[in-house]
T-cell receptor, first 114, second 112 residues
Framework: GDSVTQMEGPVTLSEEAFLTINCTYTATGYPSLFWYVQYPGEGLQLLLKATKADDKGSNKGFEATYRKETTSFHLEKGSVQVSDSAVYFCALRPFTDSWGKFQFGAGTQVVVTP | NAGVTQTPKFQVLKTGQSMTLQCAQDMNHEYMSWYRQDPGMGLRLIHYSVGAGITDQGEVPNGYNVSRSTTEDFPLRLLSAAPSQTSVYFC???????????FGNGTRLTVT
């Protein structure tokens, strides 16, 4: 079945460092891909999405490009802030499921220190 | 905008007790779902619904019941709580097609 694998955390960075969180997927066809962010004590919030190959999703300085050839959707940010400390989840919505039995990765905790 | 509202935020149960986790959304979304979040395992789908009167099982449905009598509400019932059900539970709703999931703030459940 469809699945998502993302790098384990925690990832600890200094402020203004470059962040990359790797995400790869296994799916048939062309799933839609998402990154969600979870701040402490809160639910998940959509960070960005891409619905077809070579699409680039971006929001709040974060970017991710849908790479069909490598089945990847890596999240990047050029200069992180303390406020970016959170847990980040990569997710897919299967191509054949118009509603959304989403598959989530295990989550990657990011800690940004001043 | 209230979005997706979950109650309670915290709950402690003894093994064998029953309870209902409430979820309500005000976005007129047809799709609603329940996930549980456990360390190192991400989110796993428990049950979902694509409209009033329609429910189906997700990846980990055992020990949980749901019903969908209105578009707005999607309660999750634990009939006889077990320690393995200690988790954080999230309700999420979604509009049609490529729209994303909208999550509530979660219910942290501890079963002793």
């Amino acid at each position: 079945g469809d699945s998502v694998t993302q790098m384990e955390g925690p990832v600890t960075l200094s402020e203004e460092a470059f962040l990359t969180i790797n995400c790869t997927y296994t799916a048939t066809g062309y799933p839609s891909l998402f990154w969600y962010v979870q701040y402490p004590g809160e639910g998940l919030q959509l960070l960005l999405k891409a619905t077809k190959a070579d699409d680039k999703g971006s929001n709040k300085g974060f970017e991710a490009t849908y790479r069909k050839e490598t089945t990847s959707f890596h999240l990047e940010k050029g200069s992180v802030q303390v406020s970016d400390s959170a847990v980040y989840f990569c997710a897919l919505r299967p191509f054949t499921d118009s509603w959304g039995k989403f598959q989530f990765g295990a989550g990657t905790q990011v800690v940004v220190t001043p | 905008n209230a979005g997706v509202t979950q109650t309670p935020k915290f709950q402690v149960l003894k093994t064998g007790q029953s309870m209902t986790l409430q979820c309500a959304q005000d976005m007129n979304h047809e799709y609603m779902s329940w996930y549980r979040q456990d360390p190192g395992m991400g989110l796993r789908l428990i049950h979902y619904s694509v409209g009033a009167g329609i429910t189906d099982q997700g990846e980990v449905p055992n020990g949980y019941n749901v019903s969908r009598s209105t578009t707005e509400d999607f309660p999750l019932r634990l009939l006889s709580a077990a320690p393995s059900q200690t988790s954080v539970y999230f309700c999420a709703s979604k509009g049609q097609h490529n729209s994303p999931l909208h999550f509530g703030n979660g219910t942290r459940l501890t079963v002793t």
